[in-house]
């Protein structure tokens, strides 16, 4: 079994920034894609980011891309997604995923292709 925690979420003024943290435990997901969902009231889970289990190749939403980074630190069982510029509109509970399934696809920018999810974190964006 894996556990996710994710931290960092937060108030934040529009054209701010956030960094999240997905801190693993119980095993190691080094070898794991990794993906970040959010979900704000009333909507669907939106896909926001993947990760590959190297780092070395990325998935974004249209929504957050060029806003957003994606990073991983496999010593620390730790993902990271870097905001910047944020807007309103990103404000949701932002997910964390861990997907055991092998390879490298679009499955990973779906809710479906993941195994293991955290609790979240509420990022609030004022205007």
Known sequence: QVQLVESGGGLVQAGGSLRLSCAASGR?????????????PGKEREFVAAI?????????GDSVKGRFTI???????????????????????YYCAASTRRGWGTHLKASSGYDYWGQ????TVSS
């Open 71 to 93: 990073s991983r630190d496999n010593a620390k069982n730790t993902v990271y997604v870097q905001m910047n510029s944020l807007k309103p509109e990103d404000t949701a509970v």
């Open 52 to 60: 590959s289990w190297t780092g070395g190749v990325t998935y974004y």
């Open 120 to 123: 979240g974190t509420q990022v």
């Open 28 to 40: 190691t997901v080094s070898t794991y894609a990794m993906g970040w969902f959010r979900q704000a």
